[in-house]
């Protein structure tokens, strides 16, 4: 199975808008190192078999799929609502016509009812054979399901996102978790003992919607996970600062990263 990390980066990316020549806001980041540059955060999981996951549709979606050389999407994951998660939606209809079929979208039902209600035209049923609009299907999930996309088993799980929940999910031994801040007994046991573990590290510091270093650092010490990948990220977090500074087993994506899991 291989995990492309399309972006890693915070709701807002990096560079955000502004700075004082209007090119971008970059923090402490380093403007010449190029894995500082973070699209909105979005995987690609690609099974044995080929058949590929969208984990979330961000506002980047296109260009992160050319830059990686990802041909198709067999389905779609969603996270939450957020529109960093989600405002990429239209350009599914590019992927209806590669595929030529609606696509299955899998999210709680909150989650796909507020997704449906910012697209409706989405949702509508297919007219063949034409794609001039996203056509997709819902298929509803929930926390604490174990459900089959594509060939690939998901084990779900919530998360706690500070003023909203999140679905994190592990496949084999791959966990993904984005957007989370607090974990339940329940999604931590079904982390434990993954080996690779891509998930939310906004900044050093805590934040009241996203993990901090010291807690994702904390958590992988405490589930015994082998490799911690931070995604997510904010302009606190420079590549060479983490490079130099990371503890032991925790690693920051860029862009463009591939996980072979």
Same mark, same amino acid.
């Given at each position: 199975m291989r995990v492309t990390?399309?972006?890693?980066?915070?709701?807002?990316? !990096?560079p955000m808008l502004g700075g004082a020549d209007g090119r971008g806001d970059w923090g402490v980041c380093n403007p010449a190192e190029p894995r500082n540059?973070?699209?909105?955060?979005?995987? !690609?999981?690609?099974?044995d078999d080929g058949r590929c996951l969208l984990v979330d549709t961000s506002p980047d979606l296109k260009?992160?799929?050319?830059?990686?050389?990802?041909?198709? +999407? &067999?389905?779609?994951?969603?996270?939450?609502a957020h529109a960093d998660h989600v405002a990429g939606l239209d350009?599914?209809?590019?992927?209806?016509?590669? !595929?030529?079929?609606?696509?299955?979208?899998?999210g709680t039902a909150p989650v796909l009812a507020e997704i449906a209600s910012r697209f409706e035209y989405a949702f509508r049923p297919w007219s063949p054979p034409s794609f001039f609009r996203p056509v997709l299907l819902p298929r509803s999930v929930?926390?604490?399901?174990?459900?089959? +996309?594509?060939?690939?088993?998901?084990?779900?799980?919530?998360q706690d996102h500070g003023n909203s929940t999140t679905l994190g999910f592990r496949i084999g031994d791959f966990t993904y978790s984005t957007d989370v801040v607090r974990l339940t007994d329940s999604a931590l046991a079904t982390i434990e003992g993954t080996r690779t573990w891509l998930?939310?590290?906004?900044?050093?510091?805590?934040?009241?919607?996203?993990?901090?270093? &010291?807690?994702?650092?904390?958590w992988s010490r405490q589930l015994g996970v082998e490799r911690t990948v931070l995604t997510h990220m904010g302009t606190d977090l420079d590549w060479s600062w983490m490079q130099?500074?990371?503890?032991?087993?925790?690693?920051?994506?860029?862009?463009?990263?591939?996980l072979s899991v």
């Open positions: 990390i399309l972006g890693c980066g915070g709701s807002a990316g !990096v540059r973070r699209s909105r955060t979005s995987i !690609v999981i690609e099974g260009s992160q799929l050319l830059a990686a050389g990802i041909p198709r +999407i &067999d389905a779609i994951f969603y996270t939450h350009e599914t209809r590019s992927l209806n016509r590669i !595929v030529g079929r609606p696509i299955e979208v899998f929930a926390p604490g399901e174990t459900i089959e +996309i594509e060939g690939m088993r998901l084990a779900v799980f919530e998930v939310d590290c906004f900044h050093r510091r805590p934040h009241p919607a996203h993990a901090s270093l &010291d807690l994702v650092h904390g130099d500074n990371l503890p032991p087993g925790l690693e920051p994506a860029h862009d463009g990263m591939v």
